[in-house]
């Protein structure tokens, strides 16, 4: 009997191997095909928000986490943001001439300076220190005309440095613009403004100032587009108020031929004009 089962089991065919590549095959038809995953596309308001904090972290800004991811809430039309000026000032010329060329519009109210305006209990509650030009924006009154460029260049992301580096430039010649050009200014005033006028020595002191100013700035724009570097910044727009008005203190800025050169390519630049240009004369409300 063990004889014959041994003799059946030799004469059994063995089963046949199929080949590796076809039993693969085989597996790989039966499994379901895999799920492809989705890629979901941000939204234009996403896109621009990451753009803005990677420019943000460029130039060294602290990145701030948000909450938890919720439910994008409604778009909400920015505040317009509303100038307290009077046209004749160089300090409110600079934030009229910002807002035309980051294509903002605005709400202007007319101060009267000269009937003593910034010197009311209303105009004190909006600025401490009773001069133009003041900003109101977004539940905040912003003074002193260069930082209310700085604040609309960080609120609207325009004419800001692209990096750390030019950050810091362009906030040093801001403050150069507030030492130095305001010799220019200062001078402008005593020529137009017979109450300004002042003794002969003081106006030769004040001259020589503007004119160091005007020498410095022309050996720098020798070797640079704009002021803080190849791509204008508020700091150009603040220069270029009180140059564009150096004919009213009496000062010829074709003196200085890089200057007049960067004035002339500043006024080709989107919304540039002549800072009496973007001044409104009166009030002017959601016009």
């Known amino acids: 009997m063990a004889k014959a089962t041994k003799k059946a089991a030799k004469k059994a065919p063995a089963a046949k191997k199929a080949p590796a590549g076809k039993a693969s095959a085989k597996k790989a038809a039966a499994r379901p095909a895999a799920r492809k995953r989705k890629v979901l596309a941000a939204t234009p308001a996403i896109a621009k928000a990451a753009a803005k904090s990677a420019r943000r ?5 602290r990145i701030l986490k948000g909450p938890a991811v919720a439910a994008a809430p409604a778009a909400r039309r920015p505040a317009r943001p509303v100038l307290h000026g009077l046209w004749l000032s160089i300090p409110a010329c600079k934030v009229g001439l910002a807002l035309s060329m980051m294509g903002v ?42 930082v209310i460029l700085h604040y609309l260049a960080d609120a609207y992301d325009q004419f800001l440095g692209r990096s750390a580096a030019e950050e810091i430039r362009v906030e040093e010649w801001l403050q150069w613009d507030q030492d130095r050009m305001s010799s220019l200014a200062m001078l402008r005033s005593m020529k137009r403004f017979p109450r300004y006028k002042q003794p002969d020595e003081v106006v030769a002191f004040v001259s020589g100032r503007a004119v160091q100013a005007l020498d410095f700035l022309d050996h720098h724009l020798g070797t640079s587009k704009f002021v803080a570097g190849p791509r204008p910044t508020v700091a150009d ?17 074709a ?28 009030d002017r409300i959601g016009g």
Request: overall charge negative.
């Open 237 to 253: 727009i603040a220069i270029f108020a009180t140059v564009a008005l150096a004919d009213e203190a009496e000062v010829e800025i």
């Open 255 to 282: 003196r200085w031929p890089n200057v007049r050169a960067w004035a002339e390519r500043f006024l080709k630049l989107p919304g540039a004009m002549h800072p009496y240009a973007a001044m409104p004369r009166e």
């Open 57 to 61: 972290a460029a130039r060294g800004a």
């Open 105 to 146: 519009d605005f709400d202007y109210r007319h101060v009267d300076l000269s009937s003593g305006a910034q010197k009311s209990a209303e105009f004190l509650a909006r600025n401490r220190f009773g001069q133009v030009p003041v900003l109101e924006h977004e539940g905040h009154h912003v003074a002193q005309s260069n």
